[in-house]
């Protein structure tokens, strides 16, 4: 079987992370800080720990501004929620995913923000100059996936960071953290979302949000803190204004195993494997006749996720004949992400979408490309 | 360690644990404690020390910008407030 679905969640996960999960269920299982006994400490030690190895492997100074979350979709809304009031103006690439789109919509409908769409080029790479210039006195946020879920495709962000000044940037790291290198201390004012079950290896249900200095966000959420327990107002340091709730400590753990992979290995050598896989694939699959790829043509630009359609065959057609006889499992579809599809024309059916991940080989990438020339060359839908 | 009669209080458990990191790596005895009833309960757990080091547990901290929100002297089974003490 070749798991090639990393973009949805990564597969395996990194060595270390389910040991690390049943460790803490078997041996601490407290709840982090709340008490003061020896586990609850030792608890507390790890979700210190997990948040300090985050914020160095993204450049932060200050491990306090990065707030955990259930996932990047929890932290895109803490972020779209927290920061747009009535009569804002968002500016959001036409690239994003539905994490940053359908709150926006709510809050276009709610709250009456002005959500505007920045068009980006046929291979999903947006215009840092275009993303400036429609900046305006009312623009409070500019919205910009690190790297498509779709396409694959790595925006410029420190570009747009630079084009659009002083107003944050809000980067969905989803798909780029652990495949690409971060470092926010490089950029303007931003928010960078992210998951831990995608690039970094880690269990799903856990995730963050960093926060850069200066920006300030409305909670999300409100409740018990373990801090100013005889207030019954949220507190307003950080990272307590944004955790209330028994934080989920075993993803955490489970977190800080695979993000000591992750920095172990390094992200510079887990990204030099994903391109050298990525180049051979995507030029093995625009040798294919009746293959189309999507993205850019330059791979340095490139996450290892290939977006294809075939000539004659749908996209779910195409993948349940990849599972059922090649077991090859990759993702059909619009990826929730309509906004990307319809900008590099493939709406409503969707694409094809390959994507590859740290513990895929040269070998696989063959198979792979043996299987979609047969699919290609015999275009016969499943029976 | 000498009697832990100093409580240094934090605002939240993220604070105590960036301090307990500081006095680990320099070597300086300390012991996490439930924050005592009697003491504001700015967050469940605080650093008890003793009194022979609080000077430097408190340089330590200011040099890695941890602020600290409160200290305490225990006298007999309370604790007094004890005025901010600058760093060098």
Do not use: W
Not at chain 1, 247 to 254: E, L, S
Not at chain 1, 274 to 279: G, K, N
Not at chain 1, 352 to 375: H, K, W
Not at chain 2, 26 to 55: M, N, Y
């Amino acid at each position: 079987m070749i798991y090639a679905d990393n973009a949805a969640t990564s597969f395996p996960k990194a060595p270390g992370v389910a040991d690390a999960m049943r460790d803490y269920l078997d041996r601490i299982g407290a709840s982090p800080g709340r008490s003061a006994h020896r586990l609850s400490i030792e608890a507390a030690r790890i979700v210190f720990e997990a948040r300090e190895t985050l914020a160095a492997l993204l450049g932060m100074d200050d491990s306090s501004r990065m707030i955990f979350t259930p996932g990047a979709t929890f932290g895109i809304n803490a972020a779209l929620l927290g920061l747009l009031r009535h009569g804002d103006e968002v500016i959001a690439s036409s690239m994003e995913h539905n994490a940053v789109m359908r709150p926006l919509r709510h809050l276009e409908g709610e709250r009456g923000v002005r959500v505007r769409v920045a068009q980006t080029d046929g291979s999903g790479l947006v215009d840092p100059r275009q993303l400036g210039d429609l900046v305006t006195d009312r623009t409070r946020l500019v919205a910009v996936m690190h790297a498509s879920n779709v396409t694959g495709t790595v925006q410029p962000v420190a570009e747009v960071s630079r084009e659009i000044g002083p107003v944050p940037l809000l980067i969905d790291g989803a798909q780029s953290i652990g495949s690409l290198p971060v470092d926010l201390s490089r950029l303007g004012p931003c928010l960078y979302a992210f998951s831990g079950h995608k690039g970094l290896l880690g269990p799903p249900g856990i995730g963050g949000l960093c926060i850069g200095e200066g920006i300030d966000l409305e909670p999300l959420v409100r409740g018990g803190t373990g801090s100013r327990s005889e207030r019954e107002e949220q507190p307003d340091f950080l990272p307590d204004l944004h955790e209330a709730g028994t934080p989920n400590a075993v993803g955490i753990a489970g977190l800080l195993a695979a993000t000591r992979y992750v920095t172990e290995r390094s992200v510079m050598s887990i990204r030099e494997h994903e391109l050298a896989l990525f180049s051979r694939l995507a030029d093995g699959l625009r040798g294919i006749p009746g293959v189309t790829l999507f993205g850019t043509a330059d791979p340095e630009r490139q996450l290892a996720t290939a977006s294809i359609t075939i000539d004659g065959l749908s996209p779910s057609d195409a993948a349940h004949i990849l599972d059922r006889e090649h077991a090859i499992l990759v993702r059909p579809g619009l990826h929730c992400a309509p906004s990307a599809h319809r900008t590099i024309g493939t709406f409503p059916a969707g694409t094809i979408r390959i994507s590859l991940g740290p513990f895929n080989t040269a070998d696989d990438v063959e198979s792979i490309l043996e299987a979609v020339a047969d699919l290609a060359q015999n275009q016969t839908p499943p029976g | 360690m000498d009697r832990p009669d100093s409580v240094i209080n934090f605002v939240s458990v993220h604070h105590v644990m960036r301090a307990e990191h500081v006095f680990k790596e320099h070597g300086l005895a300390h012991e996490i404690i439930p924050t005592p009833r009697d003491l504001s309960s700015d967050c469940g757990i605080a650093i008890a020390l003793s009194g022979a080091v609080l000077k430097q547990a408190l340089d330590l901290l200011a040099g890695a910008g941890v602020e600290v929100e409160a200290l305490y002297r225990r006298r007999g089974s309370t604790y007094e407030r004890m005025p901010p003490v600058s760093p060098c």
